[in-house]
């Protein structure tokens, strides 16, 4: 394929300053890519406020500077600029120079952070810093995340002429077999809700199987109840709160048994929600607080403290729950936009977690919601979802970061009562799906603990 056909730049009012060649070279080493140009630090000036109100929140960005020795070189990032104060963890940035034929392109060392996402200016590394103290000019702080050479890279002049930000925004390939199958029809909708209605436990001491969700704030976990119940309802329902905020919006433990309809029986499932995780110490859900909800000793409508873990009384903590009162499944729920954002302490809080339900047996499977708001194919099509590339990397991102098999990661779109006016076949196909292989999964703990129970 000619390089020319593998990059196309949109302009809007702005005008590049990458020359055709230039613009085909540094295709060539982001692939199937189109560029939109955000920031010209020239017209939009050099201050860290005027960067951040243009390319904060983009997605994947191209940093292009240009200096007094007509060299063109820059930065790739592949995590949003959001001003979160983190150390982002970005395996695909890279460092290049296009003065050559062959361009120069530097990867981020192993294991090193790729950027600090502060309010600053632009840098990689903390070691290379673009429109430093709002300055045209570049500077270079030294250090352990990018091996280069000054000159090199940029000639070894630190004064710019230009500065420019190109939103990367991957042409994605549709695969030629889709990577899990799934029948996108009413039937199949039908057979899952009736496979799900008489999923009862074989254990005849548990009534119904217990479904814990949890994740980071405003992932949807509550969302994803709501879903399944407006599924069954036939109509949107929204008895769990939930939206977006800072802080979570689910303060208590709460367990949602679910009808077969207004009025319906009970289905054989109750799904419990929790308080989010937040990687700050003495936000959010504590660890202490999980461990006592797998256990049953956690009633619905507990209030969750977060500087003060559940103490069970003396009467309750000395006889064991029953099985009917445990947890059957865990699930962790993550939002598919910010995967690549995750924090390391949240990453350890979710391992830790991880550990302490292994420990005990329990089943677990990773829900990953907003595939829609990840993937423009998919929030055309959600057809598309397993034959979008896109998505499966993002599924095998999941399964790395969490060490949970690819085949435990299931992706979904909650329903949203802000957005959402009816219910949608290929919606429930997916939501329905999860719920199943939840059912299963709790099936398969209670078969392994309680093996000789008729």
Same mark, same amino acid.
């Given at each position: 394929?000619?390089?020319?056909?593998?990059?196309?730049?949109?302009?809007?009012?702005?005008?590049?300053?990458?020359?055709?060649?230039?613009?085909?070279?540094?295709?060539?080493?982001?692939?199937?890519?189109?560029?939109?140009?955000?920031?010209?630090?020239?017209?939009?000036?050099?201050?860290?406020?005027?960067?951040?109100?243009?390319?904060?929140?983009?997605?994947?960005?191209?940093?292009?500077?240009?200096?007094?020795?007509?060299?063109?070189?820059?930065?790739?990032?592949?995590?949003?600029?959001?001003?979160?104060?983190?150390?982002?963890?970005?395996?695909?940035?890279?460092?290049?120079?296009?003065?050559?034929?062959?361009?120069?392109?530097?990867?981020?060392?192993?294991?090193?952070?790729?950027?600090?996402?502060?309010?600053?200016?632009?840098?990689? &590394?903390?070691? *290379?810093?673009?429109?430093?103290?709002?300055? @045209? $000019?570049?500077?270079?702080? +030294? =250090?352990?995340?990018?091996? /280069?050479?000054?000159?090199?890279?940029?000639?070894?002049?630190?004064?710019?002429?230009?500065?420019?930000?190109?939103?990367?925004?991957?042409?994605?390939?549709?695969?030629?077999?889709?990577?899990?199958?799934?029948?996108?029809?009413?039937?199949?909708?039908?057979?899952?809700?009736?496979?799900?209605?008489?999923?009862?436990?074989?254990?005849?001491?548990?009534?119904?199987?217990?479904?814990?969700?949890?994740?980071?704030?405003?992932?949807?976990?509550?969302?994803?109840?709501?879903?399944?119940?407006?599924?069954?309802?036939?109509?949107?329902?929204?008895?769990?709160?939930?939206?977006?905020? &800072?802080?979570? *919006?689910?303060?208590?433990?709460?367990?949602? @048994? $679910?009808?077969?309809?207004? +009025? =319906?029986?009970?289905?054989? /499932?109750?799904?419990?929600?929790?308080?989010?995780?937040?990687?700050?110490?003495?936000?959010?859900?504590?660890?202490?607080?999980?461990?006592?909800?797998?256990?049953?000793?956690?009633?619905?409508?507990?209030?969750?403290?977060?500087?003060?873990?559940?103490?069970?009384?003396?009467?309750?903590?000395?006889?064991?729950?029953?099985?009917?009162?445990?947890?059957?499944?865990?699930?962790?729920?993550?939002?598919?936009?910010?995967?690549?954002?995750?924090?390391?302490?949240?990453?350890?809080?979710?391992?830790?977690?991880?550990?302490?339900?292994?420990?005990?047996?329990?089943?677990?499977?990773?829900?990953?919601?907003?595939?829609?708001?990840?993937?423009?194919?998919?929030?055309?099509?959600?057809?598309?979802?397993?034959?979008?590339?896109?998505?499966?990397?993002?599924?095998?991102?999941?399964?790395?970061?969490?060490?949970?098999?690819?085949?435990?990661?299931?992706?979904?779109?909650?329903?949203?009562?802000?957005?959402?006016?009816?219910?949608?076949?290929?919606?429930?196909?997916?939501?329905?799906?999860?719920?199943?292989?939840?059912?299963?999964?709790?099936?398969?703990?209670?078969?392994?603990?309680?093996?000789?129970?008729?």
């Amino acid at each position: 394929m000619n390089k020319k056909t593998l990059g196309k730049l949109s302009m809007d009012s702005l005008n590049s300053t990458l020359t055709e060649e230039e613009r085909n070279q540094l295709c060539g080493l982001l692939g199937n890519v189109e560029l939109a140009l955000l920031y010209k630090a020239s017209v939009h000036g050099y201050q860290a406020s005027a960067f951040h109100q243009r390319c904060d929140r983009q997605g994947p960005t191209l940093l292009v500077a240009y200096n007094h020795s007509d060299y063109v070189f820059g930065g790739y990032t592949s995590v949003d600029y959001a001003q979160s104060g983190q150390y982002i963890t970005d395996k695909e940035a890279f460092l290049f120079s296009v003065q050559d034929e062959v361009p120069l392109c530097i990867k981020v060392n192993s294991g090193s952070h790729a950027r600090l996402d502060d309010a600053g200016g632009p840098n990689f &590394g903390q070691q *290379l810093y673009f429109c430093y103290n709002n300055q @045209p $000019v570049i500077y270079n702080q +030294g =250090g352990n995340a990018f091996s /280069f050479d000054s000159d090199a890279l940029y000639g070894d002049i630190t004064e710019l002429i230009e500065c420019e930000v190109y939103k990367v925004k991957h042409i994605l390939q549709v695969m030629e077999k889709p990577w899990r199958n799934v029948l996108w029809t009413a039937d199949q909708r039908a057979e899952l809700m009736e496979k799900i209605r008489n999923q009862k436990p074989l254990v005849m001491s548990v009534s119904r199987f217990r479904i814990l969700m949890i994740g980071p704030v405003g992932v949807g976990k509550s969302s994803f109840f709501n879903s399944i119940n407006s599924i069954f309802m036939g109509r949107m329902t929204s008895k769990a709160m939930s939206g977006s905020a &800072g802080t979570s *919006l689910t303060t208590q433990f709460r367990t949602y @048994p $679910v009808k077969d309809g207004r +009025g =319906g029986k009970p289905l054989p /499932f109750v799904l419990c929600d929790t308080m989010g995780l937040e990687e700050q110490s003495g936000a959010g859900l504590d660890i202490e607080d999980i461990s006592s909800i797998l256990q049953g000793h956690i009633s619905d409508r507990y209030k969750f403290n977060p500087m003060a873990p559940f103490q069970p009384d003396e009467q309750k903590a000395s006889r064991p729950a029953s099985l009917q009162e445990k947890i059957h499944c865990v699930v962790y729920v993550i939002d598919a936009t910010k995967i690549s954002l995750m924090s390391d302490k949240l990453q350890e809080k979710l391992a830790s977690i991880r550990k302490k339900v292994n420990s005990m047996g329990i089943a677990q499977i990773v829900l990953m919601t907003k595939v829609d708001e990840a993937c423009p194919r998919v929030e055309e099509n959600l057809q598309s979802l397993y034959v979008s590339s896109y998505i499966k990397s993002k599924v095998q991102e999941v399964s790395s970061r969490l060490g949970v098999p690819v085949s435990c990661v299931l992706p979904v779109k909650n329903y949203s009562q802000e957005l959402e006016l009816e219910l949608e076949l290929n919606c429930d196909v997916l939501l329905l799906t999860a719920l199943q292989q939840m059912l299963n999964f709790a099936d398969d703990y209670l078969d392994d603990v309680c093996p000789m129970e008729d």
